[in-house]
């Protein structure tokens, strides 16, 4: 158990809305990810993270924003959530350097009407 | 964006079989490789990763890598029906920041 927990895990939400998913770790890694999977697409990477505040984009940003204050919460904001962003989005920790395999939480799944 | 591919199955088996599931990548410079099992509905879940040539083995899993044929491949020995999932091929990008590129998976049935 990597001790990730996402929230919330299932929502509905309108088009044009504002989202945000949350991912909470308790084992103070460094390394997070937000994913999308979609069937066809498997897994993409939407945006990853490296520390307090330092974040980059993954193949997948448009149209996603992240943030990162603390260790252990990582954030994936819809600014105007669309029918195309309807998806399973799964948050991820990778141990020590990010060297090894990403270890995921339980995923939410969003849909967007 | 460097390239995963993995027959999308399904691919079935008896029980107590050994299923082998296969995945190729784009990138030459890669140097980790890892499965992982998804049940429907669930979330990945990382069952073996190898970085040399060669073999590495697990319990009834085997995980095979061959970087010269940019092939890595998966064996089940023994399967059983607890093992029918999806299973996701993932290689670690080596450029700048290291991030994993998926598969999209192949599909095991395993019955009774």
């Known amino acids: 158990d990597a001790g990730i927990t996402q929230s919330p895990r299932h929502k509905v939400t309108e088009t044009g809305t504002p989202v945000t998913l949350r991912c909470h770790q308790t084992?103070?890694?460094?390394?997070m990810y937000w994913y999308r999977q979609d069937p066809g697409h498997g897994l993409r990477l939407i945006h990853y993270?490296?520390?307090?505040?330092?974040?980059d984009k993954g193949e997948v940003s448009d149209g996603y924003s992240v943030s990162r204050s603390k260790t252990e919460d990582f954030l994936l904001t819809l600014e105007s959530a669309t029918s195309s962003q309807t998806s399973v989005y799964f948050c991820?920790?990778?141990?020590?350097?990010?060297?090894?395999?990403?270890?995921f939480g339980e995923g939410s799944w969003l849909t967007v009407v | 964006q460097k390239e995963v591919e993995q027959n999308s199955g399904p691919l079935s088996v008896p029980e107590g079989a050994i299923a082998s599931l296969n995945c190729t990548y784009s990138?030459?410079?890669?140097?980790?490789f890892f499965w992982y099992r998804q049940y429907s509905g669930k979330s990945p879940e990382l069952i073996m990763s190898?970085?040399?040539?060669g073999d590495k083995e697990d319990g009834r899993f085997t995980a095979q890598l061959n970087k010269a044929s940019q092939y890595v491949s998966l064996l089940i020995r023994d399967s059983q029906p607890s093992d029918s999932a999806t299973y996701l091929c993932?290689?670690?990008?080596?450029?700048?920041?290291?991030?994993?590129?998926f598969g999209t998976g192949t599909r095991l049935l395993v019955s009774p």
């Open positions: 993932a290689v670690m990008e080596n450029t700048g920041f290291q991030k994993l590129v």
């Open positions: 190898i970085y040399s040539n």
């Open positions: 990138d030459r410079v890669s140097q980790s």
């Open positions: 991820a920790i990778s141990e020590s350097s990010g060297t090894g395999g990403n270890y």
């Open positions: 993270s490296y520390g307090v505040k330092d974040t």
């Open positions: 084992e103070n890694h460094r390394y």
